[in-house]
């Protein structure tokens, strides 16, 4: 039995790639692990304010010093961080925006690596004290990325990937449902991506 954080950050609903993929690789884990529980999280239904300087300077004052102001400020990310913290999986699904994530999920890590509570610096360097998760990220695109003479251009993968294993979270297997936007590949692109779901 595992619990399940389904991160949504595609506007596209039923549309959407990456959801459908997202929901196939959950099919998947739920059947490897009978019991498995999964929450969602929709960046899209309820974004994640993008970063301003009350939340900042909230996150650098001790707790025993924050105002009921500083708290109501980092509010939201007090709470993704503890559906983190709570989750054995995560599953982060991301569309490709110009080469990248979409700004809700861009917004909701900003929320999330916060030092001291999901990383600290000391001596040795940095180290993540997000432990123990798995991670998936499922990315949608429209053109192939993942080889071939677009793949540098696929900013994707090493931003959640180098971010994730900022905070800890380094077991992390990319999945692709790609050239969703190509005439002769995007007919059979998500049954080709299902199929290569790998737990």
């Known amino acids: 039995m595992k619990k399940i954080l389904n991160v949504i950050s595609s506007p596209r609903g039923g549309e959407s790639y990456s959801i459908k993929l997202a929901d196939a690789l959950i099919e998947k884990l739920q059947a490897a692990y009978p019991g498995s529980t999964v929450q969602v999280k929709d960046l899209t239904k309820k974004a994640f304010p993008h970063l301003e300087e009350a939340q900042i300077a909230a996150f650098f004052t001790p707790e025993e010093h924050l105002t009921p102001e500083s708290k109501a ?57 997000v432990k123990n998760k798995k991670a998936y990220i499922v990315i949608a695109s429209g053109g192939i ?37 190509l005439p002769n590949v995007k007919d059979t692109a998500l049954e080709k991506a299902v199929s290569n779901i790998v737990l």
Not at 74 to 103: K, Q, T, W
Not at 106 to 128: C, M, N
Not at 156 to 165: H, Q, S, T
Request: hydrophobic share 45%.
């Open 73 to 129: 400020a980092i509010r939201h990310s007090d709470e993704a961080i503890a559906e983190i913290m709570d989750a054995d999986i995560l599953v982060i699904g991301a569309p490709m925006y110009n080469f990248n994530i979409p700004s809700t999920l861009k917004a909701w890590l900003d929320h999330i690596a916060r030092r001291g509570v999901t990383f600290s610096y000391s001596e040795q360097g940095p180290e993540g004290l």
């Open 145 to 181: 990325y993942s080889e071939g003479i677009m793949q540098s251009y696929d900013f994707i993968v090493p931003y959640l990937k180098g971010i994730l294993g900022f905070i800890g979270i380094t077991d992390v297997t990319v999945l692709r449902v790609e050239g969703v936007g």
